[in-house]
């Protein structure tokens, strides 16, 4: 979800890897141990949770995360807490990374130190103040100066143990004295209006020592005003602070009036006294982006370069194939290539064209895309996002019954327990195998048409390159679908959103047994329990040294590696496509039911949406794709609750709450995918609900009335593959704009070869240049466009820079921006009315 800016379109998105904890200090009990987890929030809104991992205190989490970041936010924050089964969780540290601090960690394992969590540190939102000095004569003819302070509304104030019901406390603060006022409370609401002013008096007739009209400079210095936000609770604890700013008067300046936005602060001191280094470490590696897309027209010259690609002679010579020549990682070239070449429907001739350069290149048939080459890394890419459906109805019910029953599998008589059978595990592990064996191999019908080209592809090339070796034709295709494809995920399920958290040890270690036989009965070897260095797997293996296995590999690869036999390919079978629990408003089916709130669990096939009372029940409502006419967010005031969305159908709408931001967009983006091609599709909606006789947006009585608001707009159909070509187009920008030195290293290598007949030279050994003319002109070509692009971010953001206001609603004054603003109100301020 972008945010739109006078014609630009700002993603934010964020990649984390969660790695351990290390050093958590011991629980106060006999047994000192903790079972902990970690919890990823944007401010505090949790959006993602760890596994439990149980009995330690230096957990190893090992999980990745991403998500796009559909709002705003101040910290990217880190929670580890300890599990208590009696009463509520309790938190034992936390890491918070402020947004603009984000990109010194930019893909760095580090280690942080756990800070103290306290309710007075855990702030988040804005206030929004307004303050004026003006005289006020009294009765007696002697001019008084008064303060008004109005406190006119806050923005995204933290949500307390379910609630939020703030009101203001306004203090002004001076060596002697302590004046204090309060709004009144606000219920049922984290963005209140409050709209009360607030009057205290600044100077005081007897202490005058200048002019009658001046306000005294040394008394204004010393004021501060301050502003605490707090939630009125029922609880014997007393209310709790939400956060607050300070104000010093010195900000009136010559004019004497002064309106802003503040971010509110933690209270100084507020947390307990505790050594830092008592708390432990956690280690991240987080990759945050920020995608600046400007209209498509800006990105043709540079987007025509990349899509021509294929056509280019020789293709070492074209934009993409240079990209991943000057790119550090193979993997960083490969993503937004893949997706932009999908995007537009050319990625099977670009992979086959750089395919059949790379098997050219390759003297043995036995080291075929054996490296990490730019065509092993897109072949890999378009495998994930093209065949994530594929490998959801052909894997995941296996592997959930794996992680469900915990069967034990170990072979390796060294980690044998002394409970467990050595022939018992053998044969729990032979009969896994031999299940994931057979649902890989029956289901080439439903391999995705453009995998089964691109396979198509890479069996010809290599074929035509290797006549002598009958099997080449197998391998370069099994290199990719069971080394690349199948093995990775049943190594690791939660990676290809097979299960929601890295498995436990044991099944960890049951699934890589599994994996290493798939991969080896993939590979078709011809000697293949050499394959294996281990001798209890050799002797294992032994089982599957029948003809059976390898024909059924064969004409599985076969199957997959024949072009156009199903270009229509429709999945009988129902995929599941999210999963989860959320509330739900009662829909009104009865008619004199309750309309209240419920947690259910809802499920979301390529057929059906569905909620159920738990998990694993009969549906209690099945609404089919077909009857979903619009998929939209619901105002906040329908319900007085966030992150709400409305399912609408023909008779009624389905109002839902999500339990976070990032998880209602996903609900969202997801549903309105799978009923995009609905024929009977809304094009109004109402951005509000029906409640009390009237549609709160537009106040129509009729329920049956048209929506008054345009849907929002179309979203492509495909399921699988929602990508923006515009974006990635960015993305290759950033990376050409990011290693300039290279392209032009290359330049000069081109250069160098052109003229030059003898051995290369050393520094430029590391490119593949097979024609210097046709580099160099590609080159030149990709110099331009990217330095045209430059010069559009740096005229946006000296635009930005030249409109952005401190202390404006988009531009709060923080505690970093706060002097600079103060500095800048005072540098002509005398502060005389």
């Not at 290149?361 to 065949?387: H, V, W, Y």
């Not at 019908?445 to 290797?466: G, K, N, Y």
């Not at 983006?669 to 599709?681: E, F, W």
């Amino acid at each position: 979800m972008a945010v739109e800016e006078e014609g630009l379109r700002i993603f934010q998105s964020v990649k984390i890897k969660i790695g351990e904890a290390k050093n958590i200090p011991p629980y106060p009990g006999p047994n000192r141990m903790r079972d902990c987890y970690c919890t990823v929030n944007l401010d505090q809104e949790e959006v993602f949770r760890t596994k439990i991992v149980e009995k330690s205190l230096c957990p190893f989490y090992g999980e990745d995360f991403y998500c796009e970041i559909p709002r705003s936010f101040r910290h990217l924050s880190f929670y580890i807490f300890d599990r208590d089964v009696f009463r509520r969780d309790s938190s034992i540290g936390k890491v918070a990374v402020k947004k603009e601090d984000l990109q010194k960690y930019h893909g760095k394992d580090t280690w942080f130190q756990l800070q103290p969590v306290s309710a007075d540190s855990e702030v988040q939102g804005k206030v929004h103040l307004e303050l004026r000095l003006s005289e006020v004569i009294t009765d007696s003819g002697v001019i008084n100066h008064k303060l008004a302070t109005r406190v006119l509304e806050c923005q995204g104030l933290p949500i307390v143990n379910g609630q939020c019901d703030p009101y203001a406390a306004v203090s002004l603060l001076g060596p002697s004295r302590s004046d204090a006022k309060k709004t009144k409370v606000k219920r049922k609401t984290n963005n209140p209006q409050f709209e009360e002013v607030f009057y205290f008096e600044v100077t005081r007739p007897l202490s005058y020592t200048k002019r009658q009209f001046d306000v005294e400079e040394e008394d204004v210095d010393k004021l501060t005003l301050r502003v605490d936000l707090w939630n009125a609770s029922n609880l014997k604890f007393g209310d709790e602070f939400l956060g607050g700013v300070r104000v010093p008067l010195r900000v009136l300046g010559q004019a004497g009036v002064h309106d802003a936005w503040y971010f509110l602060q933690p209270r100084e001191n507020g947390g307990k006294s505790v050594k830092v280094e008592e708390l432990g470490s956690l280690r991240l590696n987080i990759v945050y982006t920020e995608d600046h897309v400007f209209p498509s027209e800006h990105y043709t010259p540079l987007r025509d370069l990349l899509l021509h690609s294929a056509d280019v002679g020789p293709v070492s010579a074209s934009t993409a194939h240079i990209l991943g020549e000057v790119c550090r990682e193979k993997q960083e070239a490969a993503i937004p290539l893949v997706r932009l070449f999908l995007h537009y429907g050319k990625i099977v001739p670009f992979i086959s064209a750089i395919a059949h350069a790379e098997i050219n290149r390759t003297q043995d048939p036995n080291t075929i895309f054996r490296g990490n080459s730019l065509t092993s890394k897109c072949i890999d890419e378009t495998m994930k996002l093209a065949g994530m459906h594929y490998l959801q109805v052909t894997l995941k019910p296996i592997i959930d019954e794996i992680c469900t029953e915990h069967k034990p599998c170990e072979i390796d008589p060294i980690k044998l327990k002394e409970s467990e059978n050595l022939d018992t595990n053998r044969e729990n592990l032979r009969h896994y195998v031999d299940h994931i064996f057979s649902v890989i191999t029956t289901s080439g019908v439903r391999c995705p048409t453009v995998m089964c080209d691109i396979f198509f592809s890479l069996r010809e090339s290599a074929a035509t390159r290797f006549q002598v070796d009958p099997d080449v034709r197998f391998t370069a295709v099994s290199s990719f679908i069971f080394l690349r494809f199948f093995a990775p995920a049943i190594l690791s399920p939660n990676l290809f959103h097979l299960r929601p958290h890295h498995p436990d040890p044991a099944t960890s270690r049951t699934l890589t047994l599994i994996s290493k036989t798939i991969q080896t009965l993939g590979s078709l070897a011809k000697s293949r329990s050499a394959n294996f260095k281990e001798s209890y797997m050799a002797a294992f293996y032994d089982y599957f040294n029948e003809k059976k296995y390898a024909d059924a590999v064969k004409n599985f690869l076969d199957l997959i590696s024949t072009s156009g036999k199903w270009d229509q390919k429709s999945i009988e079978t129902p995929i599941m496509l999210k999963e989860g629990f959320m509330i739900k408003r009662a829909q009104g089916r009865n008619r004199f039911g309750m309309k209240n709130f419920k947690k259910r669990w809802f499920r979301l096939t390529n057929h059906e949406f569905t909620y159920h009372k738990t998990k694993g029940e009969g549906p209690l409502c099945s609404i089919p794709i077909e009857n979903i006419l619009a998929v939209e967010r619901l105002e906040e005031e329908s319900f007085r609750m966030k992150n709400m969305f409305q399912v609408i159908q023909p008779e009624r709408a389905l109002y839902i709450q999500a339990n976070n931001c990032v998880e209602a967009r996903d609900w969202i983006d997801i549903l309105t995918k799978v009923s995009q091609c609905n024929r009977k599709r809304l094009s109004t909606y109402h951005p509000s609900a029906y409640l009390n006789g009237h549609w709160l947006c537009c106040k129509m009585s009729a329920d049956t009335e048209p929506g008054c608001t345009p849907c929002t707009g179309g979203l492509p159909a495909n399921i699988q593959l929602d990508i923006d070509g515009d974006r990635e187009t960015e993305r290759i920008y950033s990376l050409f704009s990011a290693y300039m030195t290279k392209l032009i290293k290359m330049q000069e290598a081109c250069g160098s070869k052109s003229v030059y007949d003898g051995p290369e030279q050393e520094e430029y050994s590391s490119f593949v240049i097979d024609d210097p003319q046709e580099t160099y002109k590609t080159l030149k070509l990709i110099v331009s466009a990217v330095q045209t692009l430059e010069q559009q971010h740096t005229k946006y953001k000296r635009d930005k820079f030249k409109k952005t206001k401190i202390g404006s609603q988009e531009h709060p004054i923080g505690d970093k921006s706060f002097q600079c603003y103060i500095r800048q109100q005072s540098e002509n301020s005398t502060y005389s009315i």
